[in-house]
């Protein structure tokens, strides 16, 4: 029979010695798995457990509401968020109005980066954006992130190392298994009409495409943000405002000493 995973989190009212042993003792007793367990914000605790029906949920459910110890915020078939949260000890901040909205500071980099390499395994077509200042780490985060998920990764567009921005690919570039990359700038202010040609080719592949400054790149293109699977900010700082006037000047095309690759 096929195991069945949950998420429980309870949050502790009172931390009295023993408590996580109590907790762990009644798992067992009606033969559910912990298979990881971590803290999770302030005085909250998750774990992911494994199981064989969903019956044994229920009663470990209702034994949980008598506990006065804790109280149970969470009990469900685990989500991205919830196994990262896990895994890493916080949980993902998301925007209370755009759920596709993530927010990440710069502290958080080895989060973001498992993240993304989440979403990058998923098979087919996505598209998400990701949203900060410059040198925050937005680009590298993606390669690590493609590393992570064994992902080759391509720049259609790009300010990595030198001024990327092609016009073609070469036929196995082409891949639904490959990661695509753009700069929202790069493409918009600098790109002739046949590296827009290739954009759309791209953005009509089943796979998943990364779109560093979403904002600029669909106020000069015809997409929209409702095209968008996942937006993706990081910021150095939670106070920080993300603002496009530093790079939206000729200086970031023209003078800041890169040199152009275009092909």
Same mark, same amino acid.
């Given at each position: 029979?096929?195991?069945?995973?949950?998420?429980?989190?309870?949050?502790?009212?009172?931390?009295?010695?023993?408590?996580?042993?109590?907790?762990?003792?009644?798992?067992?007793?009606?033969?559910?798995?912990?298979?990881?367990?971590?803290?999770?914000?302030?005085?909250?605790?998750?774990?992911?457990?494994?199981?064989?029906?969903?019956?044994?949920?229920?009663?470990?459910?209702?034994?949980?509401?008598?506990?006065?110890?804790?109280?149970?915020?969470?009990?469900?078939?685990?989500?991205?968020?919830?196994?990262?949260?896990?895994?890493?000890?916080?949980?993902?901040?998301?925007?209370?109005?755009?759920?596709?909205?993530?927010?990440?500071?710069?502290? &958080? #980099?080895?989060?973001?980066?498992?993240?993304?390499?989440?979403?990058?395994?998923? $098979? !087919?077509?996505? %598209? *998400?954006?990701?949203?900060?200042?410059?040198?925050?780490?937005?680009?590298?985060?993606?390669?690590?992130?493609?590393?992570?998920?064994?992902?080759?990764?391509?720049?259609?567009?790009?300010?990595?190392?030198?001024?990327?921005?092609?016009?073609?690919?070469?036929?196995?570039?082409?891949?639904?298994?490959?990661?695509?990359?753009?700069?929202?700038?790069?493409?918009?202010?600098?790109?002739?009409?046949?590296?827009?040609?290739?954009?759309?080719?791209?953005?009509?592949?089943?796979?998943?495409?990364?779109?560093?400054?979403?904002?600029?790149?669909?106020?000069?293109?015809?997409?929209?943000?409702?095209?968008?699977?996942?937006?993706? &900010? #990081?910021?150095?700082?939670?106070?920080?405002?993300?603002?496009?006037?530093?790079? $939206? !000047?000729?200086? %970031? *095309?023209?003078?800041?000493?890169?040199?152009?690759?275009?092909?």
């Amino acid at each position: 029979m096929e195991k069945i995973e949950w998420y429980l989190e309870y949050q502790i009212q009172k931390n009295r010695p023993g408590l996580l042993g109590d907790i762990s003792s009644l798992l067992g007793m009606l033969a559910i798995n912990i298979v990881t367990i971590n803290g999770v914000d302030d005085k909250r605790r998750g774990l992911l457990l494994r199981c064989d029906s969903n019956d044994q949920i229920k009663r470990l459910e209702s034994i949980l509401k008598t506990m006065d110890n804790i109280v149970v915020t969470k009990l469900r078939e685990p989500k991205l968020r919830d196994r990262l949260a896990v895994r890493h000890g916080r949980y993902i901040q998301r925007d209370a109005d755009d759920k596709k909205t993530f927010r990440f500071v710069r502290d &958080e #980099l080895g989060l973001l980066v498992d993240f993304m390499a989440e979403l990058f395994k998923k $098979e !087919g077509h996505k %598209l *998400i954006g990701i949203r900060g200042m410059p040198r925050v780490g937005k680009t590298e985060s993606i390669v690590a992130a493609s590393v992570c998920a064994n992902k080759r990764w391509l720049f259609v567009s790009s300010t990595l190392l030198k001024q990327t921005i092609r016009s073609q690919l070469i036929e196995d570039e082409y891949s639904p298994n490959n990661l695509f990359i753009l700069d929202g700038i790069v493409s918009t202010k600098r790109a002739s009409e046949k590296h827009w040609q290739l954009v759309r080719e791209v953005m009509r592949l089943d796979a998943t495409k990364i779109i560093e400054h979403p904002d600029i790149f669909v106020q000069n293109s015809e997409y929209t943000l409702d095209d968008f699977s996942y937006i993706i &900010e #990081l910021r150095n700082s939670p106070e920080e405002e993300i603002t496009y006037e530093p790079v $939206e !000047g000729p200086s %970031l *095309i023209d003078g800041n000493g890169f040199s152009m690759f275009d092909f």
